[in-house]
Every structure is written in C-alpha cells, then in structure tokens.
C-alpha cells in the first residue's frame, strides 16, 4: 500500500470484533487512506458487562486494548480513550440507589485513570445523558462529570465528553475548578460553538469555513460497530473520505491536514502522530 501524503485521524471511533465487524472495519479506514484513530471503549452492557462496582469495568477496558492490540497490527496508529459512559447512569440506578450508580461510576473511572497512568490508554471518556433525564439524574451525572474532570487533571490528559448536543457552555467552570485546561476537554459530537475543544462529524457543514478560519477541530466517525445498526453513526471509512474529498475540491490542502489531523491532535492528547 502506498504511503499516505497526509495524516487522517478519526477522534472517536469504536471497533468491536464481537458484535461488528472489528478488524474489517479497521482495515476499511485503513484502504480509505486513515492513519491514526482514538479508540474509544464501548458502554458495559454491550460488551455483556454489567457493573456493581468500579472495578468491574476494568473487563471492558481490557477488552478495548486487546482490541487495539488487534488493530495496530494492521499498520494503524491506535490511541485508546477508556471510561463509563454517561447513559450507565439510567441503567445502573435501575438496580442500586442513584447514590450507589453514582459511586460506581465514579470508581469506574478511577480504574480507567489507573489505565492512563500506567500509558495503556491516552485520555478519559465521561459525559452526561444526551437525553432528558430528572434533575437528581442530572445533579448525579454532572457529580460524576466533575470526578472525571478531576482525574484527567491528576492524570495529565484528555477528557472525552458524552453529552447533549450544544456548547456546554457550563463545562467551562467545571473544568476551571478542577483545573483542567478546557482546551483538552473534548465535546464528543461536538459543534463549531462550543468552548470546548470540538470533535466533529466528518460530514459536518462547517468543516469548509472552519479550515478557511484555521480553527482548532478534530473529526469523527463515532461509528459503533454494532451489526444491528450497521453503518452508525456514519461508516469507518468516512472520516478518510471525507477529508480526501476536500482536499481533491481545493477546501483543504495537505498543510490543513497535518493542522487537523496531527498538530492539533497533539496538542489536545498529548499523543505524537507520525507518517509511517
């Protein structure tokens, strides 16, 4: 295979050998001219895990990294993201106290920053439900944001956000009393509003402007690899494509492509992305 001009990175990307198409699915982004991908660790009860306490996680964190173990051998650049996803929440306080689901969760993200810390995974995932939820739900969500916020403080490195669509504007003041720079804390599905750093859809309307402005960005997929929605959120080869298509129309041009996909990357994770 020819060696790529340009680096194309997919910020939030998940592959999952068991209930899609795993491997096929790396080696799609591969062909499609990606080099680099953050793969992001999937919600417990996809992965059949169902927690009651933190350490439990630890079996989908491990399942990520053997993932990932899988994917480099491919030839790609794997950065795994680990941590609880936001809607465990819902589902945990279905069976224990939402103070309990709070706990939990808490604790399931120090595993993950134990992860971190030992440089098996590069950055935190956390959030809040996306959907409406009770205040006390949301009290509780925001409770376990902050702890997250906290940890990738500690830990030195990013923190993946989950939440609804919008700027999150508030996350702000959080990440300030926890003394985490906003600019490595990433709005997953982000838009070009937020003030935190955006990670946006590769098909994303705003992408032409947000290049001819050189703003900050990084692109995703958040495609989920689940054979029962096939093709969701968009495919592992759209982050490549798209990108190649704009350079191909003059939106884009190599130079805007280390910016995006390698400095700007860098300097959010902390991560060195290098051409093979």
């Known amino acids: 295979m020819r060696s790529p001009a340009y680096p194309v990175t997919d910020d939030h990307i998940h592959i999952d ?3 899609g198409r795993g491997l096929e699915a790396a080696k799609d982004f591969l062909r499609a001219g990606g080099t680099h991908l953050f793969l992001v660790s999937k919600p417990s009860w996809s992965l059949g895990v169902h927690p009651s306490r933190g350490t439990d996680y630890a079996q989908v ?15 790609l650049t794997v950065f795994p993201v680990l941590g609880v996803h936001p809607a465990e929440i819902s589902r945990l306080a279905e069976r224990m106290t939402l103070a309990e689901a709070t706990a939990v969760m808490k604790a399931g993200l120090d595993c993950a920053a134990t992860y971190v810390r030992e440089g098996k995974a590069v950055a935190l995932k956390s959030g809040r439900p996306h959907y409406e939820v009770s205040p006390e739900l949301l009290a509780a969500s925001n409770d376990v944001l902050a702890h997250a916020l906290q940890l990738a403080a500690g830990c030195s490195c990013a923190l993946q956000i989950h939440a609804e669509t919008g700027p999150c504007a508030d996350v702000v003041e959080m990440a300030a009393a926890a003394h985490m720079p ?5 709005k997953h599905y982000g838009s070009p509003d937020t003030p935190l750093h955006p990670s946006l859809i590769a098909r994303h309307e705003a992408l032409p402007r947000l290049i001819r402005e050189h703003r900050r960005f990084t692109m ?17 080869r759209s982050v490549p494509r798209y990108t190649n298509q704009l350079v191909a129309s003059g939106q884009m041009t190599p130079e805007d492509c280390f910016f995006i996909h390698a400095e700007t990357v860098e300097r959010v994770y902390g991560v060195t992305v290098q051409l093979r």
């Open 17 to 19: 050998p068991v209930n």
């Open 220 to 236: 995703e997929s958040d495609y989920m690899d689940e054979n029962s929605r096939p093709g969701a959120v968009i495919g592992p």
């Open 182 to 186: 906003v600019e490595r804390v990433v």
């Open 61 to 75: 964190f491990d399942e990520t990294l053997r993932v990932a173990a899988m994917v480099r051998e491919s030839g």
